[in-house]
Each structure stands twice: as structure tokens, then as C-alpha cells.
């Protein structure tokens, strides 16, 4: 049998899209991150971008696909907003060339310095800032202050590694995987700290989450580690009162506190106690589900947009701007 020929003009065809209603295009990367290649997708204007790019971190363990969604909304809404915008996987997740292996807390950081530094390299980017939802939060603080960033977003972020982790613990999503990861619905879940075997890390839905990658989580605390930040940042908080929740405003102050101009914008969502869980809800007979979050992802990526932009006017040059 003769071989198939690859049409390689086909393949390149789908490295991206466009889509001229929003007015922007996307193009999908395979950068090295960390220790090995990953998958990335690069947002960008179709016309004349701003000079400022913004890097993505995604959440932890199976929170990374719950909150995809928020990085996609965000992501091309600032894209047509101007601002060049990085989301990527980093090593242990999605396509990365280590999926499958036990999650590492460090290969976030590594993996986000890296993603910085692939942004810098994109043409007509002389500006970097970093994003971040829940344990990304955490991350792009810590890889701010590292890469010298001048630019946060954070959004419902948390102040330490264990405060995540509590919260993280209590979802009905990780009791769910609990359950099955045991394999009898009706036993009791073992502790949040407990049941990993002697490999250190337990199966929970595909993804493996170690012991040791709970201690470093754990060990994660912003008032110790997020001490030399400067610029300004972003912090937002999806509650179900439409105030900031305890937990953002804590970190909000931290950043006060040490010097950053930080503002604090507020979403409210009666789901807010859900992010991070399953989204997707049946509606009418049940053969319709909807995203839960979409409202509250649409208002987030609106507020991240009009912090950007205000920032950026203000820190262009009179003469630039012609005004």
C-alpha cells in the first residue's frame, strides 16, 4: 500500500483561526517550558497590538480544566483589547511532554518563568504582566516578583498555599474524586492528607497528585515570599454578596502594604462558592446544560480589560497618545 503523503498546508491551516467579528486571532505554540515541550496559544489583535503582552497561569490539579474556560474569555478579550496574551500548560498537564507523571508545585513556577520569557520574545512586547485564578494567583505573584514584572491580575486569589488547600478540600468536585479514586461511593472518603500509597502520589481522575506537592502548596505564603513587588496589580473576587471575599481582600492589602497600586474590583455570582467545581448545569428537559460561570467569566475578563487599558493610558506619554 503506497503511504499517505501529509498535506502539511492543511496542518499549518489549523495552527490558529481568526475571528474578524471580535477582531482578533489566535495561534497555538509548542514551546519548551520547564523540562520539556507543551502545548501554548497565543491571542493577539489582528491589527497593530499595544505594547503589553499578559501571561496566564492556570489553576491546580483538575481546577486547571474547570477554569479553562475563564482563561480563554479573558485571554481574547484582551486580545481585542490590543494586549497580546499567552495561556499555556505547563509541564504534568494537558498535551506537555511530562503529562501523566506526579504534579510538581515547582514545575508551575518554572514553567510560567519560561512562558514569560517566550512573551518578551514576541514581536512589539516590551511590557510584561502575569495573570492568574486561584492557585495561579499564587503563581503569577511569585513569578512577578521573580521575572520583575510590573503588572499583576489576580483573581480570586488566596494569601497562602493552605488557604487554597481548605478550600480546595472542601469542593464537592475533589469529595466526588475521593470517592471513585477508593471505588466505593457509599465508603467514606479518606482524609484530604490521607491515603497515598507508597509511590507518594494517588490517581485522581487521570491527574497525580502527590504528598509532596500538598507540603509545598502548604508552604506557599505571600506575606513571606511577595515582599519586593512593584507596579500595580489587579485583584478580583466573584462572591455571592458582590464584595470581595475575605481571602482577596487579604491579599489586597499584602499588596498595599508593601507598596504596590493595587485595585480591587467585585463580581457577584451566587455560584461563586462553586468556582473552580463543574460549571455546566442541565437547564429545561436536561438535554441542555449551561455554563454556570459565563456571566461571572464575561464580568471578570471586562474588569481585567478596563484595568489594563486604564493602566496603559495613564503610563503612555502625553505626546504619544497626541491628546
Known sequence: MKPMALDESLLESHRGFRDDRSGIGEEFLQPTVGSGRTVAVLSRPQGASLPVGRVICHSFGLEQVKLHRLEVVAARAL??????????????????????????????????????????????????????????????????????????????????????????????????????????????????????????????????????????????????????????????????????????????????????QCQQEAVQDEAAPMLGQHQFRKIGDGEVERDIFHDAYLAVAEATVNWALEHYRRAVPIAETGS
Not at 116 to 145: K, P, Q, Y
Not at 188 to 200: R, T, V, Y
Not at 234 to 241: C, Y
Open 79 to 260: 486580545a481585542a483589547a490590543g494586549f497580546p496574551t499567552l495561556r499555556f500548560f505547563v509541564q504534568g498537564y494537558g498535551d506537555s511532554e511530562t503529562r501523566g507523571q506526579a504534579l510538581e508545585v515547582s514545575w508551575h513556577l518554572d514553567g510560567t518563568m519560561d512562558a514569560i520569557s517566550l512573551m518578551r520574545d514576541i514581536g512589539g512586547v516590551t511590557v510584561v504582566g502575569a495573570l492568574g485564578v486561584r492557585f495561579g494567583a499564587l503563581v503569577a505573584a511569585l513569578a512577578a516578583e521573580r521575572a520583575e514584572l510590573p503588572l499583576l491580575g489576580l483573581w480570586q486569589p488566596f494569601l497562602t498555599g493552605d488557604q487554597f488547600l481548605k478550600d480546595f478540600a472542601q469542593t464537592a468536585l475533589f469529595e466526588t474524586m475521593l470517592d471513585q479514586a477508593v471505588g466505593q461511593e457509599s465508603q467514606k472518603s479518606e482524609g484530604f492528607m490521607e491515603g497515598f500509597g507508597p509511590e507518594g502520589w494517588r490517581d485522581l481522575n487521570g491527574l497525580r497528585l502527590s504528598r509532596r506537592a500538598l507540603d509545598d502548596i502548604a508552604a506557599i505564603d505571600l506575606r513571606r515570599d511577595l515582599r519586593a513587588l512593584a507596579g500595580s496589580a489587579l485583584v478580583v473576587g466573584i462572591s455571592r454578596s458582590g464584595s470581595v471575599p475575605r481571602e482577596a481582600a487579604e491579599v489586597a492589602a499584602h499588596l498595599l502594604a508593601i507598596g504596590v
